[in-house]
């Protein structure tokens, strides 16, 4: 696709973010000095308000023409504001503007789950085209592991079974679930 894409994060900082990418032989430097990507380090932005972290967002991706967004997480970027807004009406306002962009927008966002609670549905399941679900969980032989489901994938048929992970130096490779 070779589109433009800005990475802004708040839950590591770049330089980790670099090595870490470079683990799985993807070079960041590089991508950034040819303007394929533009990293930012949303947590310098902490205080400074949600409508001026929303502006920081519009205006790199004007900078190197982006089509495509990840926000790691949009629950630190929200919580990040120190404003009271209504969270509903900021989701919509923010999905509205992206879309009307034509961005392309990977939002992460954390959630706990127990098996005593309830699994909430946040606003952002409303508006967004598609929720892809991580989960840690314990085997009966108390191994850790990770699973992964497609739980909305609008206008597409998708399979909707869980997939075991497997991240390897090559990456992230789905494989069938083996619970």
């Known amino acids: 696709m070779d589109e433009p894409a800005v990475f802004a994060t708040f839950e590591e900082d770049i330089r980790s973010l670099k090595r870490n990418m470079m683990n799985f032989g993807f070079d960041l430097s590089s991508l950034e000095a040819k303007k394929k990507l533009k990293l930012l380090d949303l947590e310098a932005l902490e ?7 929303i502006q920081v967002l519009l205006e790199a991706l004007d900078e190197i023409k982006g089509k495509r967004l990840v926000v790691d997480s949009l629950t630190a970027f929200l919580s990040g504001t120190g404003e ?10 923010i999905y509205k503007t ?4 034509g961005i392309t927008t990977l939002m992460t966002a954390s959630r706990h789950f127990s098996k005593n609670s309830p699994r909430e549905t946040g606003v952002e ?12 969980y314990v085997t009966e032989s108390m191994e850790m592991r990770t699973r992964f489901v497609v739980k ?12 075991s992970l497997a991240f390897t130096p090559n990456g992230l490779s789905i494989l069938a679930f083996s619970g």
């Not at 009271?84 to 306002?93: A, E, G, R, S």
């Not at 909305?152 to 997939?163: E, I, M, N, P």
Request: proline fraction near 0%; aromatic fraction near 14%; charge should be positive.
């Open 47 to 53: 205080g400074r308000g949600l409508s001026s972290n």
């Open 84 to 93: 009271k807004f209504d969270y509903t009406f900021m989701m919509h306002l």
């Open 98 to 101: 992206l879309k009307r962009e």
């Open 125 to 136: 399941e409303f508006v967004a085209d598609g929720i892809f679900q991580l989960e840690s």
């Open 152 to 163: 909305k994938l609008r206008g597409t048929q998708h399979d909707r079974t869980y997939h």
